[in-house]
């Protein structure tokens, strides 16, 4: 009975083969020609002979007629004063063994076949509702009449016999939404399947229990799929992802033989007839043109068409045999026929030169043989005429006259760089010793000042110096810096010496407070620098109980601004000198203790007062004392950090154009919201994402993550969690898991089972894509040291990589 079965099959292919050798001896003519609809089209199917098209959508479903010049309306299959849902379609497929017949996939989940035979006026023939929810795809079996295949947004595929009321077989994906469905085209028994989660799976339609391949194809939905008409184990897929591929189905494990990335998601992809590489696309969003790919050559359409001002819905082919035209209906409510030898060919405007970095630092410029050597213009220098060049490579191709791409030469120049000039060790070393975080930001800056010194760069290690003094807390500052024994002396906190002449420090009370206080701030002084000379570096100070506090300004001080300093224990020769109480003779009496108002009393307090406002409001004498006696800070000791932030932005914008993006970033992560405000965020997230190419490029991927965790950008912080989608079955009854819990809700077994141990897998858990059989990491790898076969007993071939 099996052996008739086949027979018969076989007979049948035959006399479809026939049918389209026959068909394909008519000659298709036409011309570019469009026409506008009532509404826009979700789909487009043409029938066997390529003399009729039907157009569907939510409020359209007509049959146009493809003459020389024109679409001419032939039938509207929507009747009746109150259309139902039934005509509202998701898709259409005209069946290429029967010209009368039609199947459409409804928004409500029905599949309506169409018999445009009947004599009455609704053509109407049978109704299938089994489907829960959209029908996204139906597809007739290529060679069998009565055999229709539907996938719908519920998960399930299923075969209905048409002399059936309902269905034969039904298919489950386990996957939430079935997008499409494919019948081979070579084999009689097979069909694809794509769907929702990125997978594509392949049936045969004797085993509705359980698919008889399975492989992931995209990152993302798998929007459609497409067999190959002459070459049986090619399959097209298109994806949310941008990406086209195309799979080699005869070997083992599926294949990726083709790849093209497109500028949208592909929402239609289809052979060219007769064509073996090419293929067409149309995208679901964004994008409004036609594009026809050269599979040999993925980076740029071989033709483009141009025409629709809106999405494209549906591609077709006119004809199985004629490569010539190719059927478009869009959202722009037009349908169009578009000959081939009228698309717009985007090579011919390509740029022919080309321009590249090698990883070691080398450069190759490609260029017309007459770029490279002048062109016989004798006024014009030629490229590559300076610097180190190899010899040039010169690349002829044959002339092969059955390939359409345009025939260029070209001359390749490649530029050398001294391999010890460029070498990125330090780069790499830098990367994996820096610390961004996890201490307090004094030893940060010194540890990372230490790395970079170390690694001879010496600026960088200064820039980290810098950094520390300049927004360390002064509370903090003396146990993060030492007393170098090369003649660093501790410093003052730096204030203008004007000022306190001038009588800016406020009162006699305020000088008594700072006494007997000790001192913290200390800062490193370069002994070249040093204003004072000292030969006793332990003298001490009058008035002072340890080393002497030296006092310097914040602005430039001139020599009369210096006050000479006296030694605790002065010769007999020398009589001590003191400031006198005024600087010059008084005019009148000054009363002692004048009422100030309070609004000038705020105002000499505030340290930032200058010398005349100082002059001005501060009415109260005080005593003459010596500068040297003073060692305790007279006012607020610490400069705010934006004081520093236009110089700190400078730096980093300096070290970013000179390419050095690892110090620009790690500032920006070690400062955080001290400098954060003060560079733009596209800035930013450019200087993060050039610094984070740098680091995946050395493969330091955990380095990558550590920078994009601690960034202070936030389109940056969600990097490491995009494309990161997980969907997990229950391996008890396959069916997709909520994100609630590792409990499954419809069988209630716990889905985390480890299949070695048959525990509950509480920490680091392993599954396979193919069979979801899973458990502990460690188990399931002594498993699959010693067998591939999968622990649970499925039969499933599992690989752990």
């Known amino acids: 009975m099996v052996k008739l079965l086949l027979a018969q099959d076989h007979q049948k292919m035959e006399k479809m083969a026939r049918v389209t050798t026959a068909l394909g001896s008519n000659t298709i003519s036409g011309c570019t020609m469009f026409c506008h609809l009532d509404a826009p089209a979700n789909a487009i199917s043409v029938c066997r002979d390529a003399a009729q098209v039907v157009v569907a959508g939510r409020n359209i479903f007509k049959i146009y007629a493809l003459e020389e010049e024109q679409f001419v309306e032939k039938l509207n299959l929507r009747v009746g004063r109150k259309p139902s849902l039934n005509f509202s379609c998701a898709d259409v497929m005209w069946h290429q063994m029967d010209e009368n017949l039609l199947a459409t996939a409804a928004t409500n989940g029905a599949v309506v076949t169409w018999n445009l035979g009947k004599p009455s006026r609704n053509k109407q023939d049978q109704l299938f509702t089994e489907h829960k929810r959209t029908v996204n795809k139906v597809c007739f079996h290529p060679t069998e009449v009565h055999m229709l295949l539907s996938g719908s947004q519920d998960g399930y595929m299923k075969c209905f016999d048409l002399r059936r009321k309902e269905s034969v077989s039904t298919f489950s994906g386990q996957s939430e939404s079935v997008r499409d469905v494919q019948f081979s085209i070579r084999d009689y028994f097979t069909f694809a399947a794509s769907f929702e989660n990125g997978n594509v799976q392949l049936w045969d339609i004797r085993r509705p229990d359980r698919y008889e391949r399975m492989f992931t194809a995209h990152n993302g939905p798998v929007f459609c799929c497409d067999w190959h008409p002459e070459d049986r184990g090619w399959l097209a897929t298109g994806?949310?992802?941008?990406?086209?591929?195309?799979?080699?189905?005869?070997?083992?494990?599926?294949?990726?033989?083709?790849?093209?990335?497109?500028?949208?998601?592909?929402a239609r992809v289809k052979w060219r007839p007769e064509r073996k590489y090419h293929l067409a696309t149309c995208s679901m969003m964004v994008d409004h043109n036609i594009y026809v790919w050269d599979m040999r050559r993925p980076f740029i359409p071989?033709?483009?068409?141009?025409?629709?001002?809106?999405?494209?819905?549906?591609?077709?082919?006119?004809?199985?045999?004629?490569?010539?035209?190719?059927?478009?209906?869009?959202?722009?409510?037009?349908?169009?026929?578009?000959?081939?030898?009228?698309?717009?060919?985007?090579?011919?405007?390509?740029?022919?030169?080309?321009?590249?970095?090698?990883?070691?630092?080398?450069l190759a410029f490609a260029a017309k043989e007459s770029l490279i050597s002048g062109g016989g213009d004798s006024n014009r220098k030629p490229y590559g005429s300076g610097g180190d060049r190899r010899y040039p490579i010169f690349f002829f191709k044959k002339p092969d006259l059955t390939e359409q791409f345009a025939h260029e030469s070209s001359a390749l120049s490649v530029f050398e760089t001294d391999l010890e000039s460029s070498r990125m060790d330090w780069f790499v070393k830098t990367a994996r010793r820096y610390l961004l975080s996890g201490k307090p930001f004094g030893e940060l800056c010194d540890h990372n000042a230490k790395v970079a010194k170390e690694l001879n760069r010496p600026q960088v290690s200064t820039t980290w110096t810098m950094l520390r003094i300049m927004y360390s807390d002064p509370g903090n500052l003396a146990t993060a810096t030492s007393i170098s024994k090369g003649g660093s002396v501790p410093l003052m906190n730096s204030f203008n010496m004007k000022e306190i002449a001038a009588g800016g420090l406020g009162s006699e009370s305020r000088l008594d407070r700072g006494k007997g206080e000790i001192r913290q701030d200390t800062i490193h002084l370069d002994p070249g620098n040093s204003l004072i000379n000292n030969n006793d570096e332990n003298e001490e100070t009058e008035g002072s109980e340890g080393p002497a506090d030296y006092l310097f300004g914040d602005v430039e001080l001139e020599d009369d601004d210096l006050y000479p300093m006296e030694h605790e224990n002065p010769?007999?020769?020398?009589?001590?000198?003191?400031?006198?109480?005024?600087?010059?003779?008084?005019?009148?009496?000054?009363?002692?203790?004048?009422?100030?108002?309070?609004?000038?009393?705020?105002?000499?307090?505030?340290?930032?007062?200058?010398?005349?406002?100082a002059e001005a409001v501060c009415l109260t004498p005080i005593k003459s004392f010596s500068l040297i006696s003073i060692s305790q800070p007279l006012y607020e000791s610490h400069l705010p950090a934006s004081f520093f932030s236009p110089v700190v932005r400078e730096m980093l914008q300096h070290y970013a154009e000179a390419g050095d993006v690892q110090m620009a970033v790690s500032v920006l992560i070690v400062l955080g919201d001290r400098i954060r405000k003060e560079v733009d965020e596209l800035t930013q997230e450019h200087w993060y994402t050039s610094y984070i190419d740098l680091l995946q490029r050395f493969e330091l991927w955990n380095v990558s993550n550590e920078v994009i965790k601690l960034s202070t950008s936030s389109a940056i912080n969600c990097l490491n969690q995009t494309s990161t989608t997980l969907h997990i079955n229950c391996s008890n009854c396959k069916r997709p898991m909520s994100n609630k819990g590792w409990i499954c809700d419809r069988c209630h077994q716990c889905a985390s089972i480890c299949a070695v141990c048959h525990h509950v897998?509480?920490?680091?858990?392993?599954?396979?894509?193919?069979?979801?059989?899973?458990g502990h990491l460690e188990h399931i790898m002594n498993w699959l040291k010693s067998s591939s076969h999968c622990p649970a007993g499925c039969g499933h071939l599992c690989e752990y990589t």
Not at 239 to 265: F, L, P, Y
Not at 580 to 609: G, T, Y
Not at 761 to 773: A, P
Request: aromatic share 8%; charged share 25%.
């Open 571 to 613: 010769t007999a020769e020398e009589a001590e000198y003191s400031l006198p109480q005024e600087a010059f003779p008084l005019r009148h009496e000054i009363v002692d203790n004048p009422s100030v108002p309070e609004h000038l009393q705020d105002k000499v307090d505030s340290p930032h007062v200058s010398g005349n406002e």
């Open 239 to 266: 994806g949310r992802d941008k990406m086209v591929k195309v799979w080699d189905i005869t070997t083992n494990r599926a294949k990726e033989i083709h790849c093209v990335q497109t500028i949208a998601s592909v």
């Open 302 to 362: 071989f033709a483009t068409f141009e025409e629709h001002k809106d999405v494209t819905t549906g591609i077709v082919w006119r004809h199985l045999h004629d490569p010539g035209f190719l059927l478009s209906g869009s959202k722009d409510s037009t349908l169009y026929q578009h000959k081939f030898k009228d698309a717009s060919r985007p090579v011919d405007k390509a740029n022919p030169e080309g321009l590249c970095f090698g990883l070691f630092g080398d």
């Open 761 to 774: 897998v509480k920490g680091l858990f392993v599954w396979c894509q193919g069979c979801s059989h899973g």
